[in-house]
């Protein structure tokens, strides 16, 4: 993950303010301290009377008593509607514009008549992307737009592999070989430029934390690895 709460894990209080109403901008001012690795978004109120709802480094939730005493991590369901209303909320938030992706950075895949799409945010040496794409190979009506995402981080040679696969004749085809059936890459492809810096920065900005990051077309962003019947029935989501 590029970006996490886990500050969260060890602070249970902000104990800076009397145990009164708070204002905004106290709360706001103490959660920075605090936790000054994540970043303070909107706070708002919360489906339950007296807690505040938080948004951490710009799509996680949590929350914080009104008085700024007390602060919670996790999900609020609504029992009559059957709904988890924080799990809304982080989607509404994670939301891309699918439309405005740089398709032009992408691998394309066109399956049957393509109606359906995703795009992905994969990395070559990822164990979980190479599980995802072999559940992929039986969904057709598809068109899959792949952006080259190498965590360095934990995967040194990823970023190597991605340019081989970018500038490979057949980048689709070298794709599929490498992640399904661990086919060598073309060591021997010529150089040329490739987007994976840009991309790695677009991540970034979408808040694309690890791979795969899968987005529909609706805009919602799902990370990890999903069996089949889950891709399908997210791919006919509204």
């Known amino acids: 993950m590029r970006t996490t ?23 706001r001012n103490n959660l920075r301290a605090a936790m000054p690795k994540v970043e303070i978004g909107e706070i708002r109120p919360s489906p339950i009377p007296g807690l505040l709802e938080v948004v951490g480094n710009k799509k996680n939730v949590f929350y914080i008593t009104e008085n700024g005493n007390l602060v919670f991590t996790g999900q609020i369901f609504d029992l009559a509607k059957k709904q988890n209303l924080t799990q809304q909320r982080a989607d509404e938030l994670g939301r891309i514009d699918f439309a405005r992706l740089p398709f032009d950075m992408a691998i394309v ?49 990823a970023q190597h592999k991605a340019e081989l696969i970018w500038c490979a004749n057949d980048r689709a085809k070298t794709w599929d070989e490498w ?60």
């Open 179 to 238: 992640m399904l059936t661990g086919k060598e890459l073309p060591d021997s492809a010529a150089k040329c430029e490739t987007p994976i810096a840009a991309i790695e920065a677009l991540g970034v900005k979408l808040g694309v934390a690890g791979t795969p990051g899968i987005v529909f077309a609706n805009g919602r962003l799902v990370e990890g690895a999903m069996p089949k019947a889950q891709i399908e029935s997210l791919l006919s989501a509204p």
């Open 109 to 157: 895949k066109v399956r049957g008549s393509g109606a359906r799409k995703l795009a992905l945010f994969s990395d070559p040496d990822c164990p979980y992307c190479k599980q995802l794409e072999k559940e992929m190979t039986g969904i057709t009506d598809v068109t899959i737009y792949t952006f080259l995402y190498p965590l360095t981080s934990i995967h040194p040679d």
């Open 5 to 27: 709460l886990t500050a969260l894990a060890l602070f249970g209080a902000v104990v800076t303010t009397p145990a009164v109403a708070a204002d905004i901008v106290t709360i």
